[in-house]
């Protein structure tokens, strides 16, 4: 998802949650072995580094969150990260200027391409077309060649971050047409402060308050630039 993209955060599902999953689920469908097996491979292809596990200082925004979890006597949680020599600058949504963060170009999209597989850049999706409540083709424009042309679709992940993703949704009715649909959704709290909170001295995201993680949620903070606010606040 885009917060691996964005943020580097790499999150494990808790033990817990999996032994419910290895009660309910036929096991030879879900075998928990084989899920850590293949989150270690993921984490060694991301390069995950332990330096954020033992983490002990916050960054600016997570601080914030982990001291009103102390007045509240919530737990909070460390996380790890997809990051090599992190400069604290801060630039982890909109492009990580010192080479930290372990992007995905720098592993699983050299895999995608030995394995067969296309990365298709400097194109823009125009159209979802719908037949039978799936998505069978997308109407796609080639900024280069500067054309059209169609291309059919077994299944469509949409994963454009939270301007881009609504606006093909809603242009395309797809909500409306598809069934069924899974979606990842994110609830987001937009605080402003009276002092300089020092983020760009800082990092994204550090730490999780994951006192409610049975219940399917955690809290995560990030310190943003103006830019990217009004990006999120496009459809107000």
């Given amino acids: 998802g885009s917060t691996v993209i964005n ?10 949650l999996l032994m419910k999953w290895a009660d309910q689920v036929d096991k ?8 850590f097996s293949n989150c270690k491979n993921i984490e060694n292809n991301l390069l995950v580094r332990q330096q954020y596990k033992n ?30 020599n992190c400069k604290n600058h801060n630039n982890c949504p909109f492009g990580c200027t010192s ?51 169609e291309k059919k679709i077994n299944n469509l992940i949409l994963a454009c971050g939270p301007t881009q993703t609504p606006k093909l949704l809603l242009k395309n009715k797809i909500i409306k047409k598809c069934s069924p649909l899974e979606f990842n959704l994110n609830f987001k709290v937009l605080a402003s402060y009276k002092n300089d909170m020092g983020g ?36 107000f």
């Avoid at 730490?207 to 995560?220: P, T, V």
């Fill in 99 to 149: 080479g930290a963060k372990q992007s995905l170009d720098l592993n699983y999209h050299k895999k995608i391409l030995k394995l067969g597989g296309q990365i298709n850049s400097n194109k823009k999706v125009l159209k979802i077309e719908v037949e039978n409540d799936r998505a069978s083709k997308l109407i796609i424009f080639d900024k280069i060649k500067n054309k059209t042309f």
């Fill in 200 to 235: 760009n001295q800082s990092t994204l995201l550090t730490h999780h308050i994951n006192e409610f993680e049975n219940d399917g949620a955690i809290f995560m903070t990030s310190n943003y630039i103006k830019p990217v606010i009004a990006s999120y606040l496009e459809n």
């Fill in 7 to 16: 943020g580097g955060v790499i999150t494990a599902i808790r033990d817990n």
């Fill in 55 to 84: 983490f002990e200082i916050a960054s600016a925004s997570s601080q914030v969150l982990v001291d009103a979890a102390i007045e509240k006597n919530f737990k909070t949680r460390k996380i790890n990260r997809a990051l090599i």
């Fill in 28 to 35: 030879h469908i879900f075998d928990e072995k084989l899920y």
